[in-house]
């Protein structure tokens, strides 16, 4: 097994002896065999220990065993005690979901502070494999076939080409003490079923699964790749970047084949299930698509005419902001800048408007449009409703969400960004004007 992971550190360049590593050590049978193994080949090691506070005294015992194991083996720990329930409860996460934040950051933390160059976990093939598994049935795409990373930035994974019988069995012949944690037992939790029900089911069918699962792991990395790339190509013909909106082109998107793809590796990322992404391809064969939405845990998406337009999720703003003078401007969510000036000349700059002095009525206000708003669209006698307007613009419903509406005491002056109210018209050219602009 020695032999088979020093091969494994060259082939894939994962580290080498001069190197800093800390070691995550949980005193399990995984972690003490990594331990073992990195300190036979000389490697210049530490290990991290977490305590996470969930098994009560059980996790205290595994604590003392690695604090015991540290020192009969010449090699320095560091130890950190979380309270993860609460840190759960805080941050809306799942225990196992907390304990992996908690784990990885303070990783980041003694990274930086003690120099080390690779945090190495005891990931191993049948790891893997639950992994790939997990993946499949929450629906990940082929990115999910690739399993776990062997080296990803500054973490390591130099067991994975091993299997639990061989890492068993090396702690066997070397007579190694480990602690087993009772949780692991438990097919509550997904990948514990999946460990314990399903992968042995599987290996009735093909003894070699590992094996299997890691030589495949490799071909799937690879078209991963090929998919990546020719969805990048894509996106360059496709889609565009605005006002920090994707907008997808639909007309060129049902000319792809693979247009069901492209949409995966666009919106994944943007937390779209694989569910979502057919709907939204039966959707747009649809006559009446436009309008359609869809959410994802941080991103929401429109059909409108031409476009699928995707925004992240905007944080609720207040419903009005109060300015008291041309000074307060500070706390309002858009830059507005208020500048008296000589000059009435008409701006076609749709961020800027030139109104008499006379209508900047302190306190103005400035806040989302409201069902019902009316106001004379600059150059027309007329009065028109807002949500008209909007139509006349073919605005998307996102950005008729991100519209602000300046008003005074009497009457609203300008949608901000797309027209002045035509009771703002300067008529007097020797008049007082103000600029009202965004920054």
């Not at 300046?406 to 600029?435: F, P, Q, T």
Request: net charge positive; charged share 25%; with cysteine.
């Amino acid at each position: 097994m020695f032999k088979n992971l020093e091969v494994n550190i060259h082939k894939n360049v994962l580290f080498n002896k001069a190197d800093k590593l800390l070691v995550a050590f949980s005193g399990g049978v995984d972690s003490v065999v990594l331990t073992d193994l990195l300190k036979s080949g000389g490697y210049h090691i530490e290990l991290a220990h977490c305590n996470f506070m969930i098994r009560g005294s059980e996790a205290n015992k595994d604590t003392v065993f690695c604090e015991m194991y540290a020192k009969e083996i010449g090699v320095p720990i560091h130890v950190n005690y979380f309270d993860t329930k609460t840190y759960a409860a805080d941050h809306h996460l799942s225990i196992q979901m907390a304990a992996r934040e908690l784990r990885y950051n303070w990783f980041k933390t003694l990274k930086a502070q003690n120099g080390f160059d690779y945090i190495l976990t005891a990931h191993h093939a049948s790891d893997n494999v639950e992994t790939l598994l997990v993946n499949l049935v929450r629906g990940t795409g082929v990115k999910g076939m690739q399993g776990i990373p062997e080296k990803q930035n500054f973490i390591v994974r130099p067991l994975l080409s091993a299997t639990k019988e061989e890492i068993l069995n090396y702690a066997r012949k070397k007579s190694l003490s480990y602690r087993d944690d009772s949780s692991n037992q438990e097919v509550k939790y997904k990948r514990n079923f999946i460990r314990h029900k399903i992968i042995p089911e599987l290996k009735k069918l093909n003894p070699a699964l590992e094996e299997t699962i890691h030589n495949s792991v490799q071909f799937f990395k690879q078209a991963s790749e090929i998919v990546g790339e020719f969805a990048q190509m894509k996106f360059g013909t496709i889609c565009h970047m605005e006002n920090n909106q994707l907008f997808i082109n639909i007309q060129q998107l049902l000319q792809e084949k693979q247009k069901e793809t492209l949409l995966f590796e666009w919106l994944y990322p943007r937390q779209f299930k694989s569910v979502q992404i057919l709907q939204l391809c039966e959707a747009l064969l649809a006559e009446n698509h436009t309008g359609k939405q869809f959410s994802s845990a941080t991103h929401d998406l429109v059909i409108d005419r031409s476009h699928i337009i995707i925004q992240q999720k905007q944080v609720p703003s207040e419903t009005e902001y109060v300015i008291l003078s041309k000074n307060d401007t500070g706390h309002l969510p858009i830059s507005l800048a208020f500048e008296e000036t000589n000059d009435p000349a008409f701006s076609n700059d749709l961020k800027t408007i030139t109104i008499p002095s006379t209508m900047l009525l302190f306190p103005l206000t400035l806040r989302r449009w409201r069902k019902g708003d009316r106001f004379k669209p600059f150059g027309m006698q007329g009065f028109k409703k807002l949500s008209d307007f909007f139509k006349d613009q073919k605005m998307s419903r996102f950005d008729k969400e991100n519209v602000w509406v300046l008003e005074n005491k009497e009457h609203i002056l300008w949608i901000v960004g797309y027209r002045m109210d035509e009771r703002c018209r300067v008529a007097d050219a020797s008049a007082s004007v103000v600029k009202i602009s965004i920054k």
